[in-house]
């Protein structure tokens, strides 16, 4: 039986008719998808298309300025509905097109937290020249305690080895120095529960500290930070990005010469251009639920939207929800019911 995966489709710049095209191209590859937004500007692109079913839900909260009340307040929006399959059993995993906080709202209201996971983070696959970089947290939790950025690093460990295909990825630390010493207090503690985690690690190497200029050199598959630093970081990487692709385009077409020169250029740049488009990898990584979410960018074509699918089904079939909470497990980085840490504390007590 195929994997099924639930899209919401209306927070995608494009249309909801966007969504669906890449629907299309993730269906002709064996994935059967449930489409979540309004029929009239759906059924006219799935027409006919084998794994493709239409749900009528043409209520976006998308653009609400408080995605929790707003999933609250509508049950019938496109996004609940899309994510409420999931939780239902109907649905193996979601995609939620370009609306973050709707997508962390509903997944944490309907799908819920996986068992000792303390919050979910947003896990995403930088494309680099070098093979994809997964910076996690990009935005799920602006502040971080110590040992919810541990379990951030088992989450991109993860999913990097399932969804990325790295047989033992290297995980670092976002930081201002690559001292154990540097960065804040806290990322001075992460850095040593870290090392004391993964130290020995059956599928993981410990790199350590990484400075900014290394995020997507390859100096680590997997770089860990809170939710505002990951989101700034990606932001100045987008910009950047798109302000050298402009200044080659724009050098290359400056005059006669430099047009002969762009064209001659056209195969090696048009290969580099594939290595860093941000569609490729398909989005982000929504992590810690009981089930698996991904959410690509409001601005991504049909291409980025039909990469999401693909990278939410394959996640589901190699059970990458299972995988991260066996290796938290196994490192002793869930966490704890108040009712186990106080016998503990208890049972700590009588042997003293």
Same mark, same amino acid.
């Given at each position: 039986?195929?994997?099924?995966?639930?899209?919401?489709?209306?927070?995608?710049?494009?249309?909801?008719?966007?969504?669906?095209?890449?629907?299309?191209?993730?269906?002709?590859?064996?994935?059967?998808?449930?489409?979540?937004?309004?029929?009239?500007?759906?059924?006219?692109?799935?027409?006919?298309?084998?794994?493709?079913?239409?749900?009528?839900?043409?209520?976006?909260?998308?653009?609400?300025?408080?995605?929790?009340?707003?999933?609250?307040?509508?049950?019938?929006?496109?996004?609940?509905?899309?994510?409420?399959? !999931?939780?239902? +059993?109907? $649905? &193996?995993?979601? /995609?939620?097109? *370009?609306? %973050? @906080?709707?997508?962390?709202?509903?997944?944490?209201?309907?799908?819920?937290?996986?068992?000792?996971?303390?919050?979910?983070?947003?896990?995403?696959?930088?494309?680099?020249?070098?093979?994809?970089?997964?910076?996690?947290?990009?935005?799920?939790?602006?502040?971080?305690?110590?040992?919810?950025?541990?379990?951030?690093?088992?989450?991109?460990?993860?999913?990097?080895?399932?969804?990325?295909?790295?047989?033992?990825?290297?995980?670092?630390?976002?930081?201002?120095?690559?001292?154990?010493?540097?960065?804040?207090?806290?990322?001075?503690?992460?850095?040593?529960?870290?090392?004391?985690?993964?130290?020995?690690?059956?599928?993981?190497?410990?790199?350590?500290?990484?400075?900014?200029?290394? !995020?997507?050199? +390859?100096? $680590? &598959?997997?770089? /860990?930070?809170? *939710?505002? %630093? @990951?989101?700034?970081?990606?932001?100045?990487?987008?910009?950047?990005?798109?302000?050298?692709?402009?200044?080659?385009?724009?050098?290359?077409?400056?005059?006669?010469?430099?047009?002969?020169?762009?064209?001659?250029?056209?195969?090696?740049?048009?290969?580099?251009?594939?290595?860093?488009?941000?569609?490729?990898?398909?989005?982000?990584?929504?992590?810690?639920?009981?089930?698996?979410?991904?959410?690509?960018?409001?601005?991504?074509?049909?291409?980025?939207?039909?990469?999401?699918?693909?990278?939410?089904?394959?996640?589901?079939?190699?059970?990458?929800?299972?995988?991260?909470?066996?290796?938290?497990?196994?490192?002793?980085?869930?966490?704890?019911?108040?009712?186990?840490?106080?016998?503990?504390?208890?049972?700590?007590?009588?042997?003293?």
């Amino acid at each position: 039986m195929p994997v099924t995966v639930a899209v919401d489709t209306t927070g995608a710049d494009l249309g909801p008719g966007e969504v669906a095209a890449g629907a299309v191209l993730a269906a002709r590859q064996g994935v059967h998808v449930r489409l979540y937004g309004p029929a009239e500007l759906l059924r006219p692109v799935v027409d006919g298309v084998a794994n493709v079913e239409v749900i009528d839900a043409p209520l976006s909260i998308a653009k609400a300025p408080d995605p929790a009340l707003a999933v609250r307040s509508n049950p019938d929006a496109s996004v609940v509905q899309a994510v409420r399959a !999931v939780a239902a +059993g109907e $649905a &193996d995993a979601f /995609v939620v097109a *370009g609306a %973050t @906080g709707a997508a962390l709202a509903a997944g944490l209201m309907h799908v819920r937290r996986a068992k000792g996971i303390h919050r979910p983070a947003l896990a995403l696959p930088l494309p680099a020249p070098s093979g994809p970089v997964t910076l996690v947290d990009v935005g799920a939790n602006v502040e971080a305690r110590p040992d919810h950025l541990v379990q951030f690093a088992f989450m991109g460990a993860a999913m990097a080895r399932t969804s990325l295909g790295i047989e033992r990825p290297r995980v670092a630390l976002l930081s201002n120095g690559e001292e154990p010493t540097k960065g804040t207090p806290d990322v001075v503690e992460v850095h040593a529960l870290l090392a004391e985690r993964l130290a020995g690690h059956a599928h993981v190497d410990w790199v350590g500290n990484v400075e900014g200029v290394d !995020v997507i050199t +390859g100096a $680590a &598959d997997v770089i /860990v930070t809170d *939710g505002f %630093t @990951g989101n700034v970081t990606l932001k100045v990487i987008e910009g950047v990005s798109q302000a050298v692709v402009g200044g080659i385009r724009g050098a290359a077409t400056s005059s006669p010469m430099a047009m002969l020169g762009g064209l001659l250029m056209k195969p090696a740049l048009g290969r580099f251009r594939k290595q860093i488009d941000p569609e490729g990898p398909g989005g982000a990584y929504l992590l810690g639920l009981r089930s698996l979410g991904v959410v690509p960018h409001g601005r991504f074509t049909r291409h980025g939207f039909s990469q999401a699918i693909l990278r939410a089904a394959q996640g589901a079939e190699q059970q990458v929800i299972d995988l991260i909470h066996s290796d938290l497990e196994a490192a002793g980085a869930l966490r704890r019911a108040p009712s186990a840490v106080a016998s503990a504390a208890s049972a700590d007590r009588s042997t003293e």
